[in-house]
């Protein structure tokens, strides 16, 4: 069965001049309309599509892909908002995303950008943004490893942290006490699983821990000394901003790095810099 607010792989039924119309099952025939779909394709082919409604409340076809389906979370920027109805999202769609009043925690203002949940309202059909994130987190206990790298949404702040939105479903937590700059909200940056809880919330880190974390890192670091001509420019006294940039890490895990690079007389410290050894 066809589901709305997910792509679907549909059979074309037949063509007409607004389009080719396929085969959704329960939910009837659905057009792809005309600048979406070439004139050779003939009945029976099958076409990937995403399923919505259109500004008529009519089910449409697209073979373009919103920048979060139903269940996803995403940081999109709002178009025009009202007190009555609610705020217009764009969400890489024709028909801009609505972001009702009633799920808004805080009210949003035209300009600004909101990190939403995308969810299928079960009583009108249609497809709204929330910013009620808890609604659609998956409260299921997850599987993940210790160790275990993740896809991380940053959604806000907290006084210990960042919340961030591991894989598309579960809450997690960035400690900010290992943050030497803490992600923006609505990045998306790779992160891994320090523990998780019998709660089922994860704690999070932007690097891997313990001696994996240190050993993968001196190796990346000697690779740029070798790329460089044998000397870069970080050392143990450059700005976690530097580090970050120059190695994707933290100041502290680049300092054990280098800590235990120079222990094994692989590095000098050239004060500004690092030389590689022999």
Known sequence: MATIGLRNTL?????????????AGELGEILLPRRYVA??????????VFLYRDSEDRLVATTESPLAA???????????????????LDWGLSKDLLLPRREQTVPVHTGEWVVVGVALD???????????LNRLLNRTPPSYREGQRVGLLIAGYTPLGC?????????????????????????????????????????????????????????QIIEALKAQGGRIECDDEST????????????KAFKQAL????????????????????
């Open 39 to 48: 004139h050779s394709v003939p009945p029976g082919a099958l076409l990937d």
């Open 163 to 219: 919340k961030a939105i591991v894989e598309n479903a579960h809450a997690g937590l960035l400690y900010a006490a290992e943050l030497a700059t803490p992600p923006q909200i609505g990045e998306r940056v790779d992160g891994y699983v320090r523990k998780v809880r019998e709660d089922g919330k994860i704690d999070l880190g932007l690097d891997p821990a313990g001696y994996r974390r240190v050993a993968s890192l001196t190796e």
């Open 70 to 88: 139903v269940g996803e979370f995403a940081f999109l920027k709002v178009i025009s908002a009202s007190a009555g109805l609610g705020a217009f």
């Open 259 to 278: 800590g235990a690079l120079y222990r094994d007389r692989r590095i000098r410290f050239t004060q500004p810099g690092v030389e590689l050894v022999g």
């Open 11 to 23: 059979h074309v039924v037949r063509q007409a001049p607004p389009g080719a119309y396929l085969d």
């Open 122 to 132: 079960p009583k009108s059909g249609r497809i709204v943004a929330t910013t009620r």
């Open 240 to 251: 976690p901003e530097a580090i970050r940039a120059a190695f994707g890490t933290s100041k």
